[in-house]
């Protein structure tokens, strides 16, 4: 059972990985950021069931994430918006700062 | 022994000294502080010096010396100290009084200088390292003054430095004298090394050597004396490293009469005389000092006698007259030497002064452009006149007496060097005779000349009567000097009557020369340059010694500089640049991994855990 739900959340994973490296929308990055938390979720979620030491130590600390999580993403579209409004642009690419 | 003056002979160097930082600190600017400082300050030395030889006349065995420690390692120590003998006090006044007597000149000549002040600062460090030299008790101080005499003769030579000749000559002068410093340093280590307890102040040197007991073998003792002896080679101009010393004339003239004809080129002869018990050791640097002194004697007496600039011909007399002294060492003369050196300094400071002030009245250091200055400027010609006279060797004039000296022992000693000796005594008094005759003589080429003002023509009187008196410390009949000079050890060169017949004769004969052909006309100028064109300019080219060295040293030496600085220029900087454009080309490939996208930076680091990861598993099935 258990190598089910970790194949599902590597899958999840690398579907995130790619469009947090790929895509050039930045709302789509930050998307696909929350993908692979989440991806990171279901494997704490299917180790405290079915782990060698099983726990509800995991699915607390899901919880935990996932309430973090969303303050992240507030906080991210906020910056978001942010940087829409002071470059008049969502495309990641243009954002090179850190160059300079 | 309780010492009243000597013990404070430590202040003599240090009153120029504290000159010399004065006019650093203020001089700037003060014209006047310079001349004053200047000369107070020689005075004061010279009051000092004259109480220190006085005390030592009257007492021949007054002896002090005074050393601390200076550095100390392992089981070595090294003093630091003054020494004041007989040698010593008698040189302290030479010293000092010609060094007094030219800075008054100096008042006089450099008066229109800028630079006065910086002027007569190098003057006062120059007394005190020449001081300090005197006063040192032991070799390793004394070294270090020598090459503080070194850096002054430097600085003065090039002291009109915006003219090239200058420069070209303090530089030439600088690093022959080095070639000779180099010899000095590395006789200095082999006695250091050589030495019971490493002991290098000259008490212990003496009683090491005095007697040749035997503690130094042979052969290291003639080594340490023919190494000390190139240093004096260098110093004092003798052959074949004199070439500096006609070239340094490019320096202020009052500086050519302290520096370059009475007292920092007499420091070979003195440093000789100070190690004589090691040369007295070995016979064979006795013999080395004596043909280098007898042939640099006649060598450049030659030379002079072809040359044209007023200035270059005193220089050379001051080689050839060096070269008698070094003679006379080398013939086991300490007092003919030093005795040589005393009255010489006195003659040649005045002749050299005399020369200043021709040059200063007509701008023009060209004899030939010269001419009937004696009814112009009475004082300089009839100073001049006994200063020629003194270096012509004409009794009773000093130089008489100290020549006579020299060539009696030769004769004495050796044969050939007294041939040797009565030959340059001759061509002095011919140069000398056509110097004075040329310039003094004849009809006036300019009229503008005048008489040079009072604080030049004053001390050009004072060194005249000098140059008059200063012989008669040491005549055949009054062995003053010898006696007390070497505590009488040194048997009494009685003098026979026939030796002073031949050197005042060859000396007259000269004169006499010099006067048929400049004067009466009675054999034309051209006589020897027509008939031998080639012997005139041999003698004018020095014997083509500055070009033999530009042909066997310099080009060689100029050639492989170039040489090391293309190695430099091309393999050495090759290597760094190569470093340091290794370097910037890692950073541009740097800048452009910055690229400030952030997704690319991700890329980057995916991969490198997939590597990572990829090392890690792969690692179980290497």
């Known amino acids: 059972m258990l190598s089910s739900y970790l194949t599902m959340a590597a899958i999840l994973f690398c579907i995130g990985l790619y469009g947090a490296l790929v895509k050039r929308n930045a709302v789509i990055i930050l998307l696909s950021i929350e993908l692979m938390l989440n991806a990171v979720n279901l494997n704490l979620v299917a180790f405290s069931k079915y782990g060698v030491v099983p726990s509800l130590t995991g699915q607390m600390f899901t919880l935990f994430s996932i309430a973090v999580a969303a303050a992240e993403a507030a906080v991210g579209i906020a910056i978001l918006i942010a940087l829409f409004r002071a470059r008049g642009t969502v495309n990641a690419d243009e954002y090179d700062e850190m160059r300079r | 022994m309780d010492t009243t003056f000597s013990q404070w002979a430590w202040l003599i160097p240090l009153f120029p000294f504290a000159a010399f930082l004065m006019l650093l600190a203020f001089g700037r600017g003060q014209r006047m502080l310079g001349v004053t400082l200047g000369a107070a300050s ?6 000092l010096s004259i109480l220190v030889l006085i005390e030592h006349m009257t007492d021949g065995t007054a002896y002090y010396q005074y050393a601390f420690k200076w550095l100390h390692f392992g089981s070595v120590t090294l003093n630091a100290g003054f020494e004041v003998t007989n040698l010593t006090a008698i040189m302290l006044v030479v010293v000092t009084s010609v060094s007094f007597l030219v800075n008054v000149y100096s008042a006089g000549y450099m008066k229109d200088d800028e630079r006065i002040s910086v002027f007569f600062s190098y003057v006062a460090l120059f007394s005190f390292s020449m001081l300090g030299l005197v006063l040192a008790d032991n070799m390793l101080t004394l070294y270090i003054f020598w090459e503080l005499v070194g850096v002054c003769s430097f600085l003065l030579v090039g002291f009109w430095y915006s003219k090239p000749e200058a420069k070209a000559a303090a530089k030439k002068a ?33 009683n090491v050597f005095e007697g040749n007991t035997g503690v130094i073998a042979a052969g290291v003792t003639t080594w340490i004396a023919v190494l000390i002896f190139i240093g004096a080679v260098g ?98 003369s300490l007092t003919g030497g030093i005795f040589h050196l005393f009255t ?55 130089g008489f007496w100290s020549k006579d000296m020299i060539l009696h022992t030769a004769l004495q000693e050796k044969p050939f060097l007294f041939v040797i000796g009565v030959a340059a005594a001759f061509f002095t008094a011919f140069y000398m005779s056509r110097l004075f005759f040329l310039v003094f003589m004849g009809k006036p080429k300019g ?59 060859v000396g007259l004969l000269g004169l006499y020369l010099g006067w048929l052909v400049f004067v009466k006309g009675t054999i034309a100028r051209d006589a020897v340059s027509s008939r031998a064109p080639w012997l005139v300019r041999l003698l004018e080219r020095k014997y083509y010694m500055d070009e033999l ?38 950073g541009r490939g740097g800048t452009r991994l910055q690229s400030g996208q952030i997704q690319t930076y991700g890329l980057v680091t995916l991969l490198g855990i997939v590597i990572l990861i990829a090392a890690i598993v792969g690692r179980r099935f290497w």
């Open chain 2, 42 to 47: 020689s005075f004061a030395g010279l009051v």
């Open chain 2, 549 to 586: 060295y530009e042909m066997l040293l310099v080009r060689p030496l100029r050639g492989l500089g170039l040489l090391l600085n293309l190695i430099d220029d091309y393999v050495v900087d090759g290597i760094v640049r190569a470093v340091g454009g290794t370097a910037v080309l890692f």
């Open chain 2, 447 to 505: 009229d503008h000349a005048h008489e040079s003002p009072s604080s030049m023509t004053i001390p050009l009187v004072v060194l005249a009567v000098l140059a008059v008196v200063a012989g008669f410390i040491q005549t055949p009949w009054n062995d003053t000097l010898g006696t007390w000079l070497t505590d009488g050890a040194e048997k009494a060169h009685g003098g026979g009557g026939l030796v002073m017949v031949i050197s005042a004769a």
């Open chain 2, 235 to 332: 110093k004092s101009g003798q052959f074949p490293l004199h070439v500096w010393l006609p070239d340094a004339m490019e320096g202020p003239t009052p500086i050519s009469a302290l520096i370059h004809a009475a007292t920092m080129v007499a420091a070979g002869v003195y440093l000789v005389a100070r190690t004589f018990d090691i040369f007295q050791a070995s016979q064979t640097a006795m013999d080395i000092v004596a043909y280098v002194g007898g042939f640099t004697a006649i060598f450049a007496a030659t030379i002079g006698v072809a040359q044209n600039d007023i200035k270059r011909i005193l220089a050379y007399s001051t080689v050839s007259q060096l070269g008698y002294m070094m003679m006379a060492l080398g013939l086991n």
């Open chain 2, 344 to 398: 010489h300094a006195f003659f040649k400071a005045l002749l050299f002064l005399g020369a200043g002030s021709v040059i200063h009245a007509v701008h023009t250091q060209n004899i030939h452009e010269m001419g009937g200055l004696g009814s112009k400027m009475r004082i300089t010609t009839w100073t001049f006149a006994i200063g020629a006279l003194a270096l012509s060797g004409i009794p009773p004039f000093s």
């Open chain 2, 174 to 206: 600088f690093i022959v004298t080095r070639i000779g410093d180099a010899g000095l340093l590395l006789g200095i280590l082999l006695l250091y090394w050589y030495m019971p307890d490493h002991a290098l102040d000259f008490v212990r040197i003496g």
